[in-house]
């Protein structure tokens, strides 16, 4: 069994120095729900446990003092990353429990969706969350004996105090988060370090489009359970049908931030030919957390269409999101940096890790784009006197200048863009159609204020009527194409408008031609469903998708929504508040895809300002928008030809009476005439219309209408027309 | 249901005609229409023999299937069966009573029949023109301002009364002055003034004007009601009573008083009945200003909107002779107006013992 972890992450140093100590010194727990136990003093920790004492180094001035900086240089590399993140875990998500519960799940997930697509694999995901304390509600009221969950967690060091819960907020308490991938698994020796190592993984060192970067996720929550419940990870991984399964548990040494196997057995038979489970219990808050929990996963769903998901939630009807296409996105190849876009301090790094003799072997070596004959360039620019190589430049900073000035001044072709994979506008239009079938049947949601920047509700819907109602009609379900038996004057699809459970949405989406920043080619993608039950009233529905992972929080300070804002909507018909989201009943996806997306903290929440992806995020919007401008406007003569019958029909009733009264005759029969001559008028005037300027989508005369022709003349109108406007263009 | 005279026999008859003519084409399967004379500048014309402005030909259709026009087509015939109703019980109400009568909510829409009464006032003058038929006649009368004072005694509804006692209000002109309403008993007055602003009107009536001067005077609060304008019309013809008009010097005065002679665009159709062709202009002339000495500090600047009415009053065909054109283009000139009340700069009663019969005495008038 592990130290006890607990004592070990209360653990200060006294005085600290180094790289990122201020920091260390002025976190304290974000929340009092963090059990300090009794007695354990930062102090006398600190002093209690020094078990590597370095030996002493000479003291030139104040020797008692500078014999503690050395103490605590050695116990910093010791402990700095887990004690680092436990002391600010809200740089990685873990501020508070409901908030905790969605980072604990995204993690998984981004792993098993970065596995299952490196592996070339269709990713089948499940997500389950469980309530513990409403399951042992259940096996106490059904008589069954209480699983020994609470004692197995005192057992785990026992230093979790037993009046933490005393502490919890209301929806608070324990739950078990599980994900479950039919990725290629991981290799056995692999998976203690994966899960109970900070700073281990493989897409660090790499430049290439996936969605883990830094080799921290998992594990970090990993110790956010063992800290909140003591309970370790527990692990299932199996990489082939003629291997076994092993099933492990692991916890965090995080004073040495080193795995501890308290677990490791090979299962007989575990239903997966291959895939990774992973299972943790941590304290989170079900009520609160999960409208992000939810969100997340639809727009997960959403942005990966090659993906199966499966969510179990605590009290209700498991969901699936099934994929809308059995084609694995474009495999995203791994570059080199670009010169460009390398840092001083970074060209030091990659210098002193070459393993090329000379200058110009590292620059065509570590970097991409650089030929001999543009390192030949580079060099010449710089200017070095005498003989530099590579470890020469790690070492001085003067001629690391130099040389980046050098690469900064040399013209050097852009970098290569194969390892970018967008969604792609057919599949982000399957993705967004998949994901309306689901919220539209899926009901509305009740959703509390979320005092987090989360965007407000999943799905406001206008009437959650009308969804429900939906369900009940299965024969509904599927996107329909082509008018449909919907009201009494079923307009034609239009081009774009898809027909989910009874709602027209127009969809529209705009992929842009790759681009670069700082060196980091990345590639924008914008998306719209406009229409069906999202409410006219109030501000779009704004979906911010970084590499294909949706980011929820901290709405106002992401570069995406600033390029969104400063876009004039009022141009593509919607109105728009100065300095606002448009209003208007629409969603509007915004996919970065980068090697490196540039986040504005490590929670990866938020994308960095840079003038050039706001730039390309607002083409896209307004190329999406010409094609929102011009569905409006065809939708607007459409409704304005039902509008005129429906005006007629409002007229008739008290035209017909006044005519009778001032007659003295009854107004049935009357009325009765009208509503003939309305249908004969009508009809006449669309036949006339369609003959001279064809509108692209228009009412249907009424079935019982006499000659059929006028429907297929103005539907013929209607595929020409998209044509010629092709022409005009 | 009251037994109707003749008159509203007739109206009711026409507005018959006028539904049954609409059942008749929709049962024919054709787009059903009213016909309405146009009222606008347009259609309207300068009879010079008769010195009276008056519809010309053009007609309007006004269909019911036609998304611009189906709510007035609609409009008309609730108009048309509130007059109806009206007419057929013998009562008389005010346009505003017709548009609250007419008012109500379309089936479960949100929409009404009219929203404002902006919306009903010209259905109703449509429906005059439609049926040839006066206000009156429909049992309508408009909103009553207006008042008068002079040595004369009328029977107003059967009862006398003497214009000679009516105090500081003088008596209120209704809106329908009809020979079966009003009917002049004896007078010794030599003229009609007609004075555009109560205020400058009441000056008059407390410096006892009209009895210095035997003369009947009214005042229409701005632009004279019907009610006002077919009595001074009455006054004039029957009683052979000159009419001279008193009103500011500014467009908007020189258009009350080319209402008061040739009859307004907006109701052409019932100029006859209405215009005095031979009323004189006796003020506020835009060269009174030299001739009375105003100072100049009294004057107003003309806005653009006032030259550009002004211009365009020398386009109107009666106001063609030299001395309007002169008229006028001084008014332009100057780029000035002046409100009856700025003679008061030159005494309070400068109006009344001056100012007017110097005018009258030199006969400084227009016609
Ligand atoms: N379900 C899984 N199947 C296969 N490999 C996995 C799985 N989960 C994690 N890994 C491996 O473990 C490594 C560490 O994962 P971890 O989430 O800690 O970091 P990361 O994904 O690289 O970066 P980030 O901190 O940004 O999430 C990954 O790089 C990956 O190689
Ligand atoms: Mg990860």
């Known amino acids: 069994m592990a130290r006890p972890a607990v004592r070990q992450l209360e653990l200060v140093p006294a005085e600290p120095a180094g790289r990122k100590p201020a920091r260390l010194e002025v976190a304290r727990p974000p929340r009092a729900g963090v059990p300090v136990p009794a007695g354990a003093g930062a102090g006398g920790a600190a002093g209690g446990e020094a078990p590597e004492r370095a030996a002493a180094a000479p003291a030139p001035r104040a020797p008692k003092r500078r014999a503690t900086a050395e103490q605590m240089a050695q116990r910093q590399r010791e402990i700095s990353i887990s004690e680092f993140f436990t002391k600010n875990r809200h740089l990685l998500g873990f501020d508070n429990p409901s908030k905790a519960l969605l980072t604990t799940i995204k993690e998984a997930v981004d792993n098993s969706l970065d596995a299952c697509e490196e592996a070339g694999i269709l990713p089948e995901i499940t997500v389950e969350v469980r309530d513990l304390g409403y399951e042992s509600g259940l096996r106490r009221a059904k008589g069954q004996a209480e699983e020994p969950a609470p004692e197995r967690a005192r057992g785990a060091g026992g230093h979790h105090p037993p009046d933490a819960r005393s502490d919890l907020s209301k929806g608070e308490g324990r739950f078990v988060v599980v994900v479950e991938d039919n990725g290629p698994g991981i290799v056995k020796a692999q998976v203690p370090k994966i899960f109970g190592k900070l700073l281990y993984g493989s897409k660090f060192h790499r430049l290439k489009q996936s969605r883990g970067q830094q080799g921290i996720g998992i594990s970090a929550a990993a110790m956010y359970g063992q800290l909140t419940t003591g309970q370790p990870i527990r692990v299932v991984s199996r990489t082939g049908k003629a291997r076994p399964a092993h099933l492990f548990e692991i916890q965090i040494d995080t004073r040495k931030n080193d795995p501890v196997v308290t677990r490791d057995d090979e299962l007989r038979e575990w239903h997966q030919e291959h895939g990774t489970r992973v299972e943790l219990e941590i304290v989170a808050n079900w009520q609160q957390g999960q409208k992000f929990v939810n969100r997340y996963v639809e727009h997960t769903a959403l942005a990966n269409p090659h993906a199966t998901v499966h969510y179990l939630r605590p009290k209700q009807e498991r969901l699936t999101f099934p994929r809308a296409t059995d084609e694995l996105p474009k495999e995203a190849l791994e570059i080199r940096p670009h010169p460009h876009g390398v840092e001083l301090g970074a060209l030091m790094l990659m210098a002193a890790e070459s393993r090329s003799h000379d200058l110009k072997g590292f620059l065509g070596s570590s970097f991409s784009r650089v030929s001999p004959a543009v390192a030949d360039e580079i060099l010449k620019a710089a200017a070095f006197k005498g003989r530099v190589r590579p470890r020469d430049l790690a070492e001085d900073r003067h001629l690391a200048e130099s040389l980046h000035r050098a690469i900064q001044a040399t013209k050097i072709m852009a970098p290569p863009t194969n390892c970018l994979s967008p969604i792609g506008d057919a599949l982000m239009k399957k993705g967004l159609v998949s994901f309306l079938q689901v919220i539209e049947s899926e009901g509305p949601q009740e959703d509390g204020d979320g005092q987090l920047d989360l965007d407000h509700a999943t799905k406001r819907r206008a009437t959650g009527a009308s969804s429900r109602k939906a369900k009940v009609q299965p024969d509904e379900a599927g996107p329909e194409r082509a008018g449909g038996s919907g009201g009494p004057y079923p307009p034609d699809l239009e081009e774009g408008v898809e027909k989910i459970k009874g709602h027209n949405y127009f969809i529209a989406t ?57 876009t004039d909507w009022r141009n593509y018909l919607l109105s728009q508040p100065r300095g606002s989201l448009p209003v208007g009943p629409m969603a509007l996806l915004v996919h970065v895809a980068s090697v490196w997306v540039p986040f504005t903290s490590e929670s990866k929440e938020a994308v960095a300002h840079y003038p050039e992806i706001i730039r390309e995020i607002q083409l896209a919007a307004q190329e999406c928008g010409r094609k929102l401008a011009t569905h409006i406007r065809k939708r607007q003569h459409a409704d304005y030809q039902a509008q005129r019958r429906s005006i007629f029909e409002l007229y008739i009733e008290e035209v017909a009476r006044a005519l009778g009264k001032i007659t003295g005759k009854s107004p049935v029969p009357i009325q009765r005439e009208f509503l003939r001559v309305a249908e004969a008028v009508t009809e006449a005037e669309l036949e006339e219309r369609s003959e001279t300027a064809p509108p692209a989508s228009g009412p249907r005369p009424r079935a019982e209408a006499p000659g059929a022709r006028a429907p297929k003349d103005a539907s013929e109108k209607v595929s020409r027309n998209p044509r010629r406007r092709d022409e005009d263009e | 249901m009251a037994r109707m005279d003749a008159v509203s026999k007739r109206t009711a008859q026409k507005i018959e005609k006028l539904a049954e003519q609409v059942m008749r084409a929709v049962k024919g399967g054709k787009n059903p229409f009213v016909e309405i004379p146009v009222r606008s500048l347009a259609n309207v014309r300068f009879d010079p023999k008769k010195r009276i402005v008056q519809l010309g030909g053009q007609r309007q259709k006004r269909y019911f299937f036609n998304v611009a026009m189906a709510k007035k087509f609609m409009q008309t015939f609730l108009v048309s069966d509130a007059c109806k109703e009206l007419v057929e019980s013998g009562k008389t109400t005010s346009i505003r009573d017709l548009y609250y009568i007419t008012k109500h909510t379309i089936g479960e829409t949100r929409q009404n029949t009219f929203e404002e009464q902006d919306e009903s006032d010209p259905i109703i003058e449509d429906l005059e023109v439609a049926l040839d038929a006066l206000r009156e006649e429909l049992h309508l009368f408009a909103s009553r301002k207006g008042s008068m004072v002079g040595p004369v005694t009328i029977r107003d509804s059967g009862d006398t009364i003497d214009l000679r006692r009516m105090g500081s209000g003088g008596w209120a002109v209704p809106s329908i002055v009809e020979e ?20 400058v009107w009441t000056r008059f009536n407390e410096d006892k004007f009209w009895k210095r001067e035997r003369c009947i ?40 008083y080319s209402v008061m002679k040739q009859g307004s665009i907006n109701l052409a159709y019932e100029s006859m009945r209405m215009a005095v062709p031979d009323a004189r202009f006796v003020g506020l002339s835009s060269f009174d200003k030299d001739k009375y000495q105003l100072p100049g500090n009294v004057a107003i600047k003309m806005d653009d909107g006032d030259v550009s009415r002004a211009k365009q009053m020398l386009a109107y065909p009666w106001f063609k002779e030299a001395r309007w054109q002169r008229e006028i283009q001084e008014m332009i000139r100057s780029g000035v107006k002046f409100e009856l009340e700025a003679l008061s700069r030159r005494g309070i009663s400068f109006v009344t013992e001056e100012y007017l019969p110097r005018k009258l005495k030199e006969k400084d008038w227009l016609e």
């Open chain 1, 510 to 566: 705009v992929t842009r031609p790759p681009r670069v920043y700082r060196g980091n080619p990345f590639q924008v993608e914008v998306g719209l469903a406009y229409g069906g039950s999202w409410p006219a009233d109030k501000p779009i529905e704004l979906f911010r998708f970084a590499n294909r992972v949706p980011l929820l929080f901290q709405r106002g300070a992401c570069g995406v929504t600033e390029a969104v804002v400063k």
């Open chain 2, 217 to 256: 005077i009214l005042q229409g609060g701005g632009q004279p009601p019907r009610g006002v304008r077919r009595l001074v019309q009455r006054l004039h013809q029957e009683l052979k009573l000159p009419v001279y008009v008193l009103v500011d010097n500014d467009p908007w005065g020189f258009y009350i």
């Open chain 2, 180 to 199: 079966n309403v009003i009917e002049f008993v004896r007078h010794e007055a030599r003229y009609v003034l007609l004075i555009e602003k109560d205020a």
